[in-house]
């Protein structure tokens, strides 16, 4: 099996799908042959990348939606189900960050969206995911894009770091509940990556760029699609054997 067709006859879904990381993830899957349902709030961007991709051969389905709504995710994950028959695989992406600040500067607001976002979208999708792949007989395998800020204070503010390490946390503990159903559950442990969130905060607090550069072995971001190969083997039958893990993708940040 060729690694560009890893996925094909699988079925995936995408959150975050219209920029970034969710973007990028969107053509490499895409490529490697999945039939795709992309969710995102922002619906005209989306319906956009799910016809260049279906223009280009593929088969892509927008949702529009918000992860935080647990009623619009199960209906994505239905649409997978009507449309396709099933689902194989996920990639939960979707995020909400903003410049770090101390702890006592952040308001209850953005605690809270950065929780309901990062920790609540994750948890929404996961448990009607796995519901329908727990209806199947192959299992299936879910992908859950977390941070440095799992592993350590980064500086990115105290509901970030704390967000990021709850969505280590329902990775592992869904790992465990559902090994012996053939479920793997892992989380992507990035680093620095330019999307078009990092250069929205870059564009406000330029000064941080050349800390982000620092944290790193290769003193550069990553790109968005090695972010979406990343997520890709672990999706595929080649990582077949890898289940509640954090796999670092960082440019050697969590290294040094």
Request: charged letters at 20%; glycine letters at 12%; a negative charge.
């Amino acid at each position: 099996m060729s690694e560009q067709r890893a996925l094909s006859g699988r079925v995936a879904m995408i959150t975050g799908a219209s920029s970034g990381i969710g973007e990028a993830a969107a053509h490499v899957f895409a490529d490697a042959g999945a039939a795709l349902v992309l969710v995102a709030r922002r619906g005209e961007r989306l319906r956009a990348l799910a016809g260049r991709i279906e223009d280009s051969g593929g088969r892509a389905l927008a949702v529009e939606g918000d992860v935080t709504d647990s009623g619009r995710m199960r209906e994505a994950v239905e649409a997978a189900v009507e449309t396709y028959g099933g689902l194989d695989c996920a990639l939960n992406n979707a995020g909400y960050a903003t410049a770090g600040v101390p702890m006592h500067e952040i308001d209850d607001q953005v605690f809270r969206q950065t929780m309901d976002v990062n920790v609540g979208g994750v948890w929404n999708c996961m448990r009607h995911q796995i519901a329908v792949m727990l209806r199947g007989t192959s299992g299936g395998s879910i992908v859950n894009t977390a941070s440095v800020a799992a592993t350590r204070a980064t500086g990115a503010g105290a509901a970030y770091v704390a967000a990021k390490h709850a969505v280590l946390g329902l990775t592992r503990a869904a790992a465990a509940d559902y090994g012996t159903a053939g479920i793997r559950v892992n989380a992507l442990i990035v680093g620095a990556t330019r999307t078009e969130m990092m250069e929205g905060v870059l564009s406000r607090h330029a000064e941080l760029e050349e800390r982000f550069l620092a944290d790193t072995v290769q003193k550069r971001m990553a790109a968005p699609s090695e972010v979406a190969e990343a997520a890709l083997w672990l999706c595929s039958d080649r990582a077949s054997f890898v289940t509640g893990s954090a796999v670092p993708v960082d440019g050697g940040a969590t290294a040094i």
